[in-house]
């Protein structure tokens, strides 16, 4: 079952994994931060990144906008998603037990699928940029334009969300809510609003990601369960409420899957991400960068 | 057993489930065959819902993962009937017992290694999305190109080997969703039931109780796996196709656990009512938006996700303990 292949189609693969793995470990990295600090699991999290891709596709098919720039206002448009979304409708879910704000979310996540087919039916959307075919080389190794693109632009984005949590003093203020429930609330943070900011800025991640992934995969309404699902594996590999293992999480299954579909076949490449997922929950339950919970 | 099955239900109670019950045996006699398949659903989903609920709803084990075991129990009798021509009641003897492995297999990895929460609900979502691919490739049950049963027009009703009319599966579904809820009363009854939702209230202080929660856990899982299986079996025979990306879907298993949680947790009439509501709600749907001529992809779907949302936010607690406030059916203490 296992083919032979020469040594730089497996670095070119593995690259062009990498750069793709970038670009879910941002997807996943909104659903970590939403996790880590409102303690609410996403589950319209791939619905919500099907939105910002097609935002992405009007805009490029009306009035020719790169997807690159566009990530900007279209992370805007998700952040007032998912500000609303915490708002009004999941703050008062935060008591309440675990599967009923799954039920809550799996709600929105259906109507999501559902208005996106309404509004864009069912055939496969995709972005054609001019340098939709360009490439470079490093010696062997010959590396997508737009994989390139996206995976940079990734970093740039997640490095800079690292800064906002490290030195803003909102930024500050919502680890302590993720930290310290009661403390948070004792010195006079407003908690709820801060849990509504956490959710805005997640979304804004994946709506950011969003973007880019339309450079490199087609659009249609049913991707969103199956990109939450990814979300999940991401995250839980590389902990969940871990920041920088969101984006470890995203390269290792970028990789995993580029090389297990060139090896054997890509219809059960995702197998190997399930099962990546499956032996880090049994002899790593926390993630490879996550931190044991109390 | 039937004292204890029958105390503390008061005589209302009783005039209305034999009403109930007579209600749907009397069915058939009425009903034509869309209304009959639009029943064998709910009563589908209300003992599915009943199966999910033991590890949920009593024993606090969210499983998301469910179309897994409904899954393994139809291949495994769709299997032995298409390649040994081996009937559904002896191929149950079967399906159940690779079905109750599985569960032990996912059970003893979550519970051993301490998975619990929202890691053991993406755990059991893993192990069914695993299936699924892996059955995809498997190409002894057909791959992703499906596993058909052979159907040829029926004039008369075969029982044994489940080949038959609307009517027949109506009458096996109802029996095996009857049976489901005796088994589900007396299980809260018993022993194991008390146990079952000390274990939900508060893990470790049903084990400082000397509560064995690792093998009540098991149970529940072993329990709701095997029962679920009986679905799958029912599942193949009467759609008498199974694709993986349908069976084992995601989608499946949140199909299979809306109706519990909207009927109501833990309850023994939510997964029934559940499964009544929600596909009342959807058939309703599909009639009016037919009627207005309003058939767009999705448009269903859009407001069935809107009433879901309504439901959840307004009845935290699911449908049916409200009805019961409604009905003056509150257990009397």
């Not at chain 1, 039920?103 to 087919?117: D, P, R, T």
């Not at chain 2, 204890?4 to 058939?28: E, F, H, K, M, Q």
Request: proline share 4%; charged share 10%; with cysteine.
């Amino acid at each position: 079952m296992v083919r032979s292949v020469p040594l730089d189609v497996y670095l070119n693969v593995a690259v062009s994994g990498l750069l793709t793995g970038l670009v879910y470990g941002l997807m996943a990295l909104g659903l970590s931060v939403i996790f880590g600090v409102v303690r609410v699991v996403n589950f319209a999290h791939g619905e919500m990144m099907t939105i910002a891709m097609y935002l992405a596709i009007v805009l490029f098919q009306t009035f020719k906008l790169d997807p690159l720039i566009m990530m900007v206002p279209i992370a805007g448009v998700l952040f007032a998603l998912g500000y609303v979304m915490q708002a009004g409708l999941i703050n008062p879910f935060i008591d309440r037990p675990e599967h009923s704000q799954f039920m809550l979310l799996v709600a929105i996540a259906i109507i999501m699928v559902n208005v996106l087919l309404l509004v864009f039916g069912p055939d496969a959307r995709s972005v054609q940029t001019s340098y939709a075919f360009d490439s470079f080389a490093f010696g062997p190794i010959i590396v997508d334009a737009t994989k390139l693109y996206a995976g940079c632009a990734a970093i740039v984005v997640a490095t800079a969300l690292f800064a906002f949590f490290r030195f803003s003093f909102v930024g500050k203020a919502i680890r302590a809510c993720a930290d310290n429930y009661t403390g948070a609330l004792v010195v006079g943070l407003n908690v709820k609003r801060l849990y509504s900011l956490t959710f805005g800025i997640g979304a804004a991640c994946v709506g950011a990601a969003g973007a880019m992934l339309t450079l490199i995969i087609d659009v249609t309404p049913p991707l969103g369960p199956q990109y939450t699902l990814l979300a999940f594996v991401i995250v839980i590999t590389g902990g969940l409420g871990s920041m920088p293992g969101a984006l470890i999480g995203g390269v290792l299954i970028g990789m995993t899957e580029a090389l297990a579909g060139l090896l054997f076949t890509p219809s059960a490449k995702s197998m190997f991400a399930f099962a990546i997922l499956v032996l880090v929950l049994l002899f790593r339950p926390q993630g490879i960068l996550g931190k044991r919970a109390a | 057993m039937m004292a204890r099955l029958t105390a503390g239900v008061s005589g209302r109670s009783w005039v209305l489930i034999a009403a109930l019950l007579l209600a749907l045996i009397a069915v058939p006699f009425f009903a034509n065959d869309y209304l009959l398949t639009v029943l064998i659903l709910i009563l589908y989903l209300a003992y599915t819902g009943q199966a999910w609920n033991i590890m949920m709803g009593f024993a606090g084990q969210l499983s998301l993962g469910h179309a897994i075991y409904v899954g393994l129990g139809a291949y495994t009798a769709a299997a032995l009937y298409v390649h040994f021509g081996i009937a559904p009641w002896i191929g149950l003897l079967a399906a159940v017992p690779v079905a109750m492995a599985c569960g032990a297999i996912i059970g003893f990895l979550a519970f051993r290694f301490g998975v619990a929460g929202v890691y053991f609900a993406i755990l059991t979502i893993a192990f069914a999305e695993f299936a699924r691919i892996g059955f995809d490739h498997i190409s002894y049950t057909g791959g992703s190109a499906g596993l058909f049963l052979p159907v040829t027009q029926y004039t008369q009703n075969d029982l044994w080997n489940l080949r038959g009319r609307p009517i027949m599966f109506y009458y096996v579904i109802l029996a095996l969703t009857v049976a489901a809820f005796l088994f589900c009363h007396a299980l809260l009854r018993s022993r194991i039931g008390y146990f079952w939702f000390a274990i939900r209230e508060d893990e470790v202080a049903a084990r400082a109780l000397g509560i064995d929660t690792f093998r009540y856990k098991m149970a529940a899982v072993v329990i709701s796996a095997g029962m679920t299986a009986v679905a799958g079996v029912f599942f193949a025979f009467y759609y008498n196709n199974l694709f993986p990306e349908q069976v084992f879907h995601i989608s499946r298993s949140i199909e299979l656990i809306l109706a519990p949680i909207i009927g109501g947790i833990g309850t023994l009439f939510g997964p029934a009512i559940g499964a009544f509501v929600l596909t009342g709600l959807s058939e309703t749907m599909t009639e009016v938006l037919h009627r207005f001529g309003f058939e767009f992809p999705g448009a269903k779907q859009v407001f069935y996700g809107v009433c879901l949302l309504i439901v959840v936010v307004a009845l935290p607690d699911g449908i049916w303990p409200w009805l019961m406030r409604r009905l003056g059916l509150e257990r009397r203490t």
